[in-house]
T-cell receptor
Framework: QKEVEQDPGPLSVPEGAIVSLNCTYS??????FMWYRQYSRKGPELLMY????GNKEDGRFTAQVDKSSKYISLFIRDSQPSDSATYLC????????????FGPGTRLSVLP | ETGVTQSPTHLIKTRGQQVTLRCSSQ?????VSWYQQALGQGPQFIFQ???????GRGNFPPRFSGLQFPNYSSELNVNALELDDSALYLC???????????FGSGTRLTVV
């Protein structure tokens, strides 16, 4: 079993839809959870950073962490064609870098 | 100058050769990490440098080595290149007081 699992997609949705992206993990020591967006031929761009369980909202994005289920989610409201990218979840044990473990990424296409 | 810059953007090497990739960290960031991202996969942690010392390493052989300089720029060296080393190599920097990393756009290495 991989340490972080993520449905690779591709996921296609119409413009304006609510998108739900998910990751599961096996290491209960993970405390910090991140979502990155990666456009083609670019490096990952940090979208959300959360610590421990609960919800965090930033504009159209909401990150949710359920540590008891080892499950994290990213919701995108009112999705736009510019949201078309690969979304990577990442997690770590500590807050100062060192071995962020990434999921394989979910490719999202938002169709106009 | 802001952001993380990497050079070169692309290069092609022959199996058995050596390669050096370069990274200039974001201003104020004293921690740099290198990741390898194979096609269709999430980034995998290679190692991290803090104040010119390696302070974390992933599951990569010793032929992957690095340096961090006093200005916090960094190099990744790979000796005895293998075909499986073909990937996008990402540099990421952070300050010890922030969460998450800022990634560069990467160097696309092709080994033939």
């Amino acid at each position: 079993q991989k340490e972080v699992e993520q449905d690779p997609g591709p996921l296609s949705v119409p413009e304006g839809a609510i998108v739900s992206l998910n990751c599961t993990y096996s290491n209960s020591a993970f405390q910090y959870f991140m979502w990155y967006r990666q456009y083609s031929r670019k490096g990952p761009e940090l979208l959300m950073y959360t610590y421990s369980s609960g919800n965090k909202e930033d504009g159209r994005f909401t990150a949710q962490v359920d540590k008891s289920s080892k499950y994290i989610s990213l919701f995108i409201r009112d999705s736009q064609p510019s949201d078309s990218a690969t979304y990577l979840c990442a997690m770590s044990v500590n807050n100062y870098g060192q071995n962020f473990v990434f999921g394989p990424g979910t490719r999202l296409s938002v169709l106009p | 100058e802001t952001g993380v810059t990497q050079s070169p953007t692309h290069l092609i090497k022959t199996r058995g050769q050596q390669v050096t990739l370069r990274c200039s960290s974001q201003s104020g960031h004293n921690t740099v990490s290198w990741y390898q991202q194979a096609l269709g996969q999430g980034p995998q942690f290679i190692f991290q440098y803090y104040r010119e010392e390696e302070n974390g390493r992933g599951n990569f052989p010793p032929r992957f080595s690095g340096l961090q300089f006093p200005n916090y720029s960094s190099e990744l060296n790979v000796n005895a290149l293998e075909l499986d080393d073909s990937a996008l190599y990402l540099c990421a920097s952070s300050s010890t007081h922030s969460g998450g990393y800022t990634f560069g756009s990467g160097t696309r290495l092709t080994v033939v």
